[in-house]
């Protein structure tokens, strides 16, 4: 799945453009390294995005196409 469209769905970023922007601005990292929006997420790969002064980092424990407002963060595994 596109970083971009993982972002979105498990609503670490509320719009899929709004993180397709923060990844071309620089703002996420997979695995240690700047990634662009069209990177392929896989499990077990860790995120990090830069919010202004404020990090979030997460290790992705399952991908899915579409999942429920309350179950989206069962995606993900906050480190």
Sequence with gaps: MRLD???K???LIK???VAADAC????VMVNGKVAKAGTTIKVGDEIEIVFGNRNVKV?????AE???KDDAKEM????
Aim: charged content about 30%; overall charge positive.
């Design 5 to 7: 469209k993982y972002l």
């Design 9 to 11: 769905v498990s609503r």
């Design 15 to 17: 719009r899929r453009t």
């Design 24 to 27: 071309n601005a620089g703002r």
């Design 59 to 63: 290790k992705v424990d399952s991908i």
């Design 66 to 68: 579409t999942v429920k």
């Design 76 to 79: 993900y595994t906050p480190l």
